[in-house]
Structure formats: C-alpha cells, structure tokens
C-alpha cells in the first residue's frame, strides 16, 4: 500500500514537472520564425507566450545585446529590439530556461502585399503566368524571403496570423511557385538595384471587397456598413439581418421567375422553335462576346446527333458554369447546380437519349463578374468511359431576364466579404510590426460600387497608417487592367469609374498608382503579365522610397481649358507625350457637349498638351480618356508607361447611388 501510494506522488511529480516545462517553453506569434526579415534601422517589438512570472533574456547577434523581459501572471512578455541598417544573416536567441534559437534571419525591407485575386495569383498553381516555368527555375534569391498567409476571416480582431509552410521562406525554386506573383515581381526588382534583402509579408484574399480589409472604427464613421457590422458583434443582429433577408430574397425570387422569358416560354422543350435566336461560341463567359457587363439569366441551347457507339448508355455531361445553372435533355429535367467554381458533372440516363436531333438546354443564371459556360474547349463535353464527344462551339441563345428590369437584388455579405473581417483576421495581427510599405491590388470585386471607394480607399490607407502607426507609410497600387469585349462606341463604364476612384486617391500623400489598362486581357480577369505589374509598383518604390532616378508614371491629367470647339488638355508627367506602338493617331479620346452624348474624338499632342475636337461637337464641354472596361487609348510619355483613364466632367455615373 505504502509502494502504491508512493509510485502514485511520483508519477503525480513527474507529470506536473512536464506540464511546468511544456508551460515554461516560449511560444511566438507565427511570423517570428527562422528565415524572417525584421525592417531595418527600427524599432521592432518582439514578443511571446512563457511561463507565467519568469524571467525571459532576448539576444539579438547583430548587436550583442542582451534584453530582459518579465512575462506577467497570463505569462505574455514582450521586448523592443532595436535594429541596424540593412544585412545578415542574424540569429535572436530567447531563454527562459529553454532555449529557443531562431537562425538565418536578415534585416532588410518588409512589403505587406494584399488585395484580392490579382494580387494573389501564383506564378505556378491556378495563375500560370507568362513564362512561368523559366521564371520558377530562375528565383533564386535567398535575401528575398516570404511569408504566405492562410485565407482565414474573424468577426473580431485576432492576435496572431495563421500561415503556410510554418513560417518564413527562402526564396527559390521550390518556395516561389504559390507566391504572389505582383510581389515577388515587385521584390525582385528592388532587390535588383539595391541588393536590400526583401520580406514580404503576403495576406490577400481573391474575389474579396475592400470593406473586408478595414477596422471596425473606420467603417464606423461613413454608416454604409451598420447592419452588417451589428450583425458581426451580436447574434440578435446576425439573426435579423439574416432573417430580413430570407424575406426580401423570397420576393425578389418570386418577381424574376415572374419576369424570366424562358421559364414562362417553355425554353426548355425540345420543340420549343429557337429559330430567332442569336448565336455565341462556348465555351467562354457572355461578358467577352455580345452580353458585355450583363448580370441575368441566359438560356443556350444545342441540337446534337449521337454517334452510335454512345446509344444506349447513360452519358455524363462536363461543364463549368457562372454562377448557377440548370439543365434539361429533350425536355426532360436532369438537374441543377450553385457555384462558379464547381465542374459540372450530370449523369444523363440513356432512356433520355436517342440517335438524332437531342436538344441540350441550359438556364444559366449569374449576379456578378463573368457568367455562362466557361473553360476550355475541351471542358465542355459528353463522355461514355473513355469516348467523349466534343460540344464546343455554336450554341443558340437567349436572354430570359436582365437583373436590370428588376429591382436591386437583395444583398447580404457573407464570410470573407462581411465588413472588417479580413481586417480583423490578416492584417491586425501584425500592425505592431514596423514595415516599409504596403502594395495593393484589389477593386475589381467593388466595381459596381465604384463611386463609394472613392471614399472607401483612401480610409483604408489613413486605417492602415493609423494601426501601423506610420502617418506616412508608402501605399503603392494597381490601377485596374483592361478587361472584357472593347465596346464600339463610347459610354458608361463600372471600371472605368473604380479607375478613377484609384486616380482620385493619388491625392493621398505619400501612395503611387502603377497603370496596367495596357497589359490586361479582355478574355481574362486575370492577366498574366504579373512581371510588368511588380515591376511598375517597384519603380515607384524605388523613386518614392529608395530615392533613386527612374521613371515610374505615365501621364496623369491636370486639367482643361474650353476653347471655341476644342478643349486644351494638361498634365503631369507630360514630358515627349507620344503614342505607343507604331500608330502615330492617338486614341481613346471621347468629347461630348451639354447634350451628354460621346462621340470619339481626334486629338493631337500640342507640346506638352492634348487638344481634343470632333466635327460632331460644335460647343463642347468635357473630354474623356480610356473611359471603358477595356480602352484601347495609346497615350504614353518619354517613360513608355501609359496615362491614366480620366475625365473632365463629374456628372453622376451609373454607380453614383450604389451602397
């Protein structure tokens, strides 16, 4: 009995003894690891969880000096390391009794980069940009260093970031294939000319809205957001909001079945007679071919003949749709999907089928961005085990309802896009980090409310100064490329709209703006020349941060002057303007008079001004400049980089009212 109890006190011993060791090892936030870059000539703060009330000693290598630090009674401690101009590698020893080594660490220039999907894309992965493999095997820059945050959003401000890979990277081959392409373009170009190691810090998020990446108390202060931030800090909130919504969805579904063409005309029978009906080749999305800046419902239909080796077997239908689709086979029902990133994979039964004349119907129905069928050619097919019958091509079509005809659709963010969620999970833990600057790349996602981030920009940036506390911190950022069908005439544009958002808010101090409506892609919401896009970004950093002599801006309009039939353009950054390429005629210029109607415009360099007239014009008032989704305006300087798209006049635009 006495060796009984005896061994019991013991065990009891030793398992409170570990569980004071596991209490008395130090645990760091997750981006201090080995491999990482702390800013240069800074004050950095270094800090922890230890074993409540014991003493901590910090030992920095580049300096020698020994820092103490007492963790309190929840056991956090902190120290403030003073950094040395640029260098290394360094290491930083912390001992509470254990020892914790972190190794390899350089002093250099830390970028948080952030913004959306463009900002994000990988040069390997789903981005696969230009030359991707040759850019891969030659990333060899160990002073350039990455740390990948994880997509994770919170509806309160969390203390430390979740990250890939367990921390910090060096940057190689085998570590630069998932990483931001705009970033490591923009690092390697600095990195080039200044030999300055490189952090960069990456936490983006694609298809997101910039009133994710804002604090609560910014967002406070303008009202548009109210409802859903109540609904993040209360469940009441949550649940009426919700609730409200269900409401309006419910009716506002009711009234567009009720307006919806197809569904009211039996669209789907196989004898429904679409000889009317206009033609589009599938796949790609609408907005590239005739449905420019459409959001509705669309129906497309296909005759087709069965080869007779599919007879009699149930087919599998392939397909990728935006955003939802249903699907129907000589009029019968097949099914139906939600999800613009889901492949579609219908099992259609062989009583369905026969040998000639099958009528494939399709509903597609999209509120946002891209929509139809989209992918590659060989994306779209009808398969039997492993023969497969190819349906790209002509297919007819229909519009069974534009969202326009109806009122606004009910709206409700969810998950990463509530308002201040990604604030709160990716970017307020390492505001107590001092960095260099930050680079973004984000707008696509608020272009339908492209006149409200006119405000809700430069209160990201004033937000982010005030939490990093850096009143002048460099903000750097892409303008939006060129995208979708280039439209004949002149008129109003979502995107051209966020561009001038992104122009108005060079009116910050100490941001750049890299223009790109030359390099985008109308097929592609994501262009694949990300080398010229860091590259930009890093020409302004190094004029604006660096100090260095080299061009990083096209022309940016100033202002104007009515004269007679012409009006007189001026602008910074207006030295050898010229055309880009080899026409010598400058396009993109539109002019309109009290009327409002646009009409192109000739325009001519005049010294270091534009003079812009038109023979239909006789008493204008205004000019505009690349104003579209995808410009084709060739105005460029001595630099080679393009002019911003601009306008003259502030007449209220298409998402002037939009919240």
């Not at 008493?619 to 084709?632: C, G, H, K, Q, S």
């Not at 630099?639 to 209220?652: G, M, Y």
Request: aromatic residues 12%.
């Amino acid at each position: 009995m006495k060796n009984s109890l005896k061994n019991t006190l013991l065990a009891f011993v030793m398992v409170a003894g570990a569980f004071t060791n596991v209490l008395a090892k130090v645990t760091l936030p997750s981006f201090f690891t080995s491999n990482m870059v702390l800013q240069q000539k800074a004050s950095v703060p270094l800090w922890g969880e230890a074993k409540p009330n014991s003493t901590i000693t910090v030992i920095s290598s580049w300096d020698k000096k020994t820092y103490t630090a007492k963790a309190n009674f929840k056991g956090s401690w902190d120290v403030t390391l003073k950094t040395p101009a640029y260098g290394g590698p360094f290491t930083i020893t912390i001992n509470d009794d254990n020892v914790l080594t972190l190794d390899n660490i350089l002093i250099g220039e830390v970028w948080l980069c952030s913004g959306q999907s463009n900002m994000e894309m990988p040069l390997q992965g789903w981005g696969k940009i230009n030359n991707y493999k040759e850019e891969i095997s030659n990333a060899n820059y160990p002073e350039i260093r990455l740390l990948q945050a994880e997509h994770i959003d919170s509806a309160v401000p969390l203390n430390d970031l979740k990250v890939q890979h367990g921390g910090w990277q060096v940057c190689s081959p085998n570590t630069i294939a998932d990483f931001s392409a705009t970033a490591y373009f923009f690092a390697k170009r600095i990195y080039e000319q200044k030999h300055i190691p490189i952090g960069l810090l990456h936490s983006s998020w694609g298809g997101t809205v910039i009133e994710a990446w804002i604090s609560s108390g910014a967002l406070k202060q303008i009202h548009d957001f109210d409802a859903g931030i109540k609904a993040l800090e209360s469940d009441f909130d949550r649940e009426a909001m919700q609730k409200q919504f269900d409401a309006d969805i419910k009716v506002w579904n009711i009234a567009m079945e009720k307006a919806e063409r197809g569904s009211q005309g039996n669209w789907q029978s196989k004898d429904f007679n679409d000889t009317n009906w206009k033609t589009m080749r599938l796949p790609q999305f609408w907005e590239n071919d005739v449905l420019t800046d459409f959001d509705g419902i669309v129906w497309f239909r296909k005759e087709i003949d069965l080869p007779k080796d599919m007879l009699g077997k149930d087919l599998v239908l392939e397909f990728y749709a935006d955003d939802d689709d249903k699907l129907w086979v000589n009029g019968n029902y097949i099914g139906a999907t939600s999800g613009y990133n889901v492949q579609r994979k219908y099992v259609i039964p062989s009583s369905v089928w026969k040998e000639n004349g099958n009528v494939i119907s399709l509903r597609i129905a999209d509120s946002g961005g891209g929509g139809g069928v989209y992918g590659k050619e060989n994306d779209l097919v009808l398969k039997e085990g492993n023969k497969t019958l190819e349906l790209a091509g002509d297919w007819k079509y229909a519009v069974g309802v534009n969202y326009n005809e109806l009122p606004a659709r009910p709206y409700i963010p969810q998950g990463q896009n509530r308002p201040t969620t990604l604030y709160n999970a990716m970017i307020n833990p390492v505001i107590k980090l001092p960095i260099a600057g930050v680079i973004w790349y984000q707008g696509e996602s608020n272009a339908d409310r492209a006149y409200q981030y006119q405000t809700l920009f430069p209160m990201l940036i004033a937000d982010w100064r005030e939490k990093f506390n850096d009143k002048d911190l460099p903000f750097f950022y892409v303008q939006l490329a060129n995208y979708m069908k280039r439209k004949p005439e002149p008129g109003p544009s979502a995107w051209a709209e966020l561009r001038e958002a992104q122009f108005k808010t060079l009116k910050v101090p100490h941001t750049g703006m890299a223009v790109a409506t030359d390099i985008g892609d109308a097929g592609d919401i994501h262009p694949k020349n990300k080398q010229d896009v860091g590259y930009r970004l890093a020409n302004i950093a190094l004029a604006k941060v660096y100090g260095m002599k080299v061009d990083y801006s096209g022309p940016l309009y100033k202002s104007y002057k009515i004269s007679g039939n012409s009006i007189t353009l001026s602008f910074e950054y207006n030295n050898g303007l010229t055309t880009s390429g080899n026409d010598k005629i400058l396009k993109g210029f539109a002019i309109a008079g009290k009327d409002k109607v646009f009409y192109w415009a000739d325009a001519k360099i005049e010294g270091n001004t534009i003079v812009v007239t038109s023979a239909q014009v006789k008493e204008p008032v205004t000019v505009r400049y690349n104003w579209a989704d995808n410009p084709e305006g060739n105005l460029i300087n001595y630099s080679k980089l393009p002019a911003s798209s601009f306008r003259t006049d502030e007449w209220k635009e298409t998402t002037f009212n939009n919240k």
